[in-house]
């Protein structure tokens, strides 16, 4: 098992070009949000942002529209609908919030019929693969699946314990052909070759709304242009030096994720240091 530690993160980071525009760091579509549960879709979509995508739109239901516009005025709008030209997007996020309805459960079945590149599933989108197991089976190749360990086992089977419980991430990332993000107290990222132990975060992140931010985060490196593998681990490691940073001005009780998500740009800095 790999550390990911900053040097190694500083090997996979790639700097911005001065001389880019907004078309260079892709187009993101986040499906994420409900009635109940906007909170997610803003979290997720803030934390995208953050890291460096070009573009994002977000699809919601077209009920909670306002939401997005008052709070994230730098994202555009999907409003949700049963038919939506995916071919635009360079990666898609989906998950945070959406429910586990038949109507979701749908959204995500059009979803693997209609788009064949990485997908980022996360939340409500795990849970609907667990009721419907075949689905999981239709993932794109290099798509990223970021379950926590309770979400892990409703998909996968019980385990006895993490060693086992990693084991079976890594000959499930190799049989689907995708990344598997184990999220946990160390979070674990494997492509069914590798497996990489983050070594950054605190439990801080113990809190509604972290899994959503790292979503966001996720789905940003992978719409700039790295490799599935390498923007999970950018994003794991970035999301846990955020937290730690963090802590400069909150506690672990205290802390809240929309401060990890403000701090993601001193977690930037401190990875673009070479000192």
Known sequence: MVKLDLIKIQSIFEQR???????????????AGSKTKMGAAIICSKACLRAGVGLLSVSIPPTEKNSIFISIPEAMIELRKPKIDYSKFTVIAIGPGIGVTIKSALLVET???????????????????SNIIELVTKVPKR??????????????????SAEERIEKAK??????????VLKNYQTIITDGIQIVENTTGNSGLA???????????ITS??????????AAQLAVYLHGLAADITLETQSEESMLITDVIENLGKAFKKIESKT
């Open 221 to 230: 490196f992978l719409a700039q242009g790295y490799t599935s593998f390498h």
């Open 143 to 160: 798509s990223i699946l970021t379950p926590h360990i309770k979400e892990f086992d409703r998909l996968f089977g019980v385990h006895n």
């Open 17 to 31: 070009s001065p001389t880019s525009n907004k078309g260079n760091h892709g187009h993101a579509l986040i499906i």
């Open 207 to 217: 809190k509604g709304g972290s899994g959503d931010a790292l979503t966001g985060i």
């Open 111 to 129: 979803l693997l019929s209609t788009y064949s590149n990485p997908i980022v599933f996360d939340a409500d989108a795990l849970t609907i693969f």
């Open 171 to 180: 000959l499930k990332a190799k049989e689907l052909e995708c990344i598997i």
